[in-house]
């Protein structure tokens, strides 16, 4: 080999040293600067949103279930047997109706017993009667004698003998008291009489109750007892009494929402209220027709009822309905995105906040009106604080991030600016 060779060889490899020296020394510096760092350990991306102030409008909505105008178990006011029952499961009754009879034959014999209480008392007050008027009659006749004895002896002094005077003087009154004694005995047979009457008026009552009757328009929901059941009296407080059957209004329904606290103080009688019947899939329109007044101490909600006419039947107590009460405005309200959102309850949800050392937090926040893409929060976050937007699977409290701040779009939203 040449010298000249040699030099090229050695000119080549110092070369290739030189390239070599820089390529490594470059990646070190740049992995010492932090340039480049381990995939493994690098701090993830998340999107984040500020919590801002806009005016929020969104339907009320509320979740409810139709109820009957009134439902009720309808009890036997006296104890005895079903003797017939005319109604069942799904009899449709008229106020008045007789739905069952009861056999009570110890009632029979009561009433018997009363009627004849009152005959006989009528009989007393006949003969009373009699008695006073034969008192009266003699009364009448000695009070005469003795008025005639004493203007005789008064005339003219020893025709009559003042014995004779005395004695008629004393059967005169005697006389007047058998007349008092008489008004009396009188007296006692009328009030035996209303006595009586009372009683009688008291076991036909009774009597009455022993048919079951419709005390108003509905249908037969539930039917409890067969011919021949045994049925205590609904009045008894010894035993528990097994109602007849279970009647419930159905012409007129209730609708009964816990109208929240920030709207109560605006509900009126009359306000319309929309509401969809999920099994029908259709629309009907109710009014306000009661309210509480007062809030719930515990659910911060007021006791509402909107009345639906049914005469039809096409409503159905227990059908599922969403009602929608007003549209409510917030001005100013501190909201945040839907999807910054994880909802634990109505009024309640989770948010993942980012501190000022870009640390997740998981807060609790108090939710308020919710727009279609917004929700007012009420508690938890203040104005300007950043929370993570969109899924939280790869996020957890605790962990550190790089922030990213993003607009999300709102076209049409309810609750946007």
């Known amino acids: 080999m040449t010298g000249k060779m040699k030099l090229m060889l050695a000119g080549a490899a110092i070369v290739g040293a030189l390239i070599f020296w820089s390529v490594f020394h470059h990646g070190k510096t740049e992995a010492d600067d932090g340039h480049d760092s381990d995939p493994g350990t690098a701090e993830p991306v998340a999107a984040v949103v500020k919590v801002e102030r806009r005016s929020l409008s969104a339907p009320l909505t509320l979740a409810g279930a139709f109820k009957p105008f009134q439902d009720v178990d309808i009890h036997a006011k006296v104890a005895g047997y079903i003797k017939d029952i005319y109604v069942d499961v799904g009899s449709h009754v008229k106020e008045g109706q007789t739905m069952a009879v009861l056999e009570v034959p110890e009632l029979d014999a009561e009433l018997a017993g009363a009627d004849a209480a009152v005959r006989r008392a009528k009989e007393e007050i006949r003969r009373a009667q009699g008695d006073v008027m034969r008192a009266k009659s003699a009364h009448v006749a000695i009070h005469a004698m003795y ?167 096409t409503l159905l107590p227990g059908m599922y309905v969403v009602a929608t009460i007003a549209e409510v405005q917030r001005k100013d309200a501190l909201t945040v995105p839907l999807e910054a959102v994880e909802t634990e309850r109505t009024d309640q949800g989770t948010v993942l906040f980012v501190n000022s050392q870009n640390v997740l937090e998981e807060r609790k926040v108090r939710l308020g009106l919710q727009g279609s893409t917004r929700v007012e929060v009420n508690a938890g976050l203040n104005e ?34």
């Not at 003219?156 to 003087?169: H, I, M, S, Y």
């Not at 008291?202 to 539930?222: E, H, M, N, W």
């Not at 009126?268 to 007044?293: C, E, I, M, S, W």
């Not at 550190?400 to 609750?415: L, Q, R, T």
């Open 147 to 313: 008025d005639r004895l004493s203007q005789a002896a008064q005339q003219k002094q020893g025709l009559v003998a003042q014995q004779e005077v005395d004695d008629a003087r004393a059967k005169d009154l005697e006389a007047e008291a058998q007349v008092s004694s008489s008004e009396a005995a009188l007296d006692a047979a009328q009030q035996a009489l209303e006595v009586a009457q009372a009683n009688q008026k008291q076991y036909t009552a009774l009597s009455d109750y022993s048919k079951i009757t419709a005390p108003y328009s509905g249908v037969v929901t539930i039917r409890y007892a067969d011919k021949g059941s045994l049925i205590a009296a609904g009045t008894s407080s010894s035993t528990q009494s097994m109602p007849v059957v279970r009647l419930a209004q159905i012409s007129v329904l209730r609708l009964v929402l816990p109208i929240p606290e920030s709207i109560a103080g605006t509900v009126r009688l009359g306000d319309p209220v929309k509401v969809h019947v999920q099994a029908l899939n259709k629309d009907y329109v109710g009014k306000v027709t009661r309210f509480a007044d007062s809030l719930d101490e515990q659910t911060r909600t007021m006791h509402t009822e909107i009345d639906f006419q049914n005469p039809d039947g």
């Open 384 to 417: 300007g604080d950043r929370v993570v937007i969109g899924s939280r699977n790869e996020f957890r409290g605790g962990m550190k991030v790089k922030p990213k701040e993003v607009n999300p779009s709102e076209p049409g939203a309810a609750g946007g600016k």
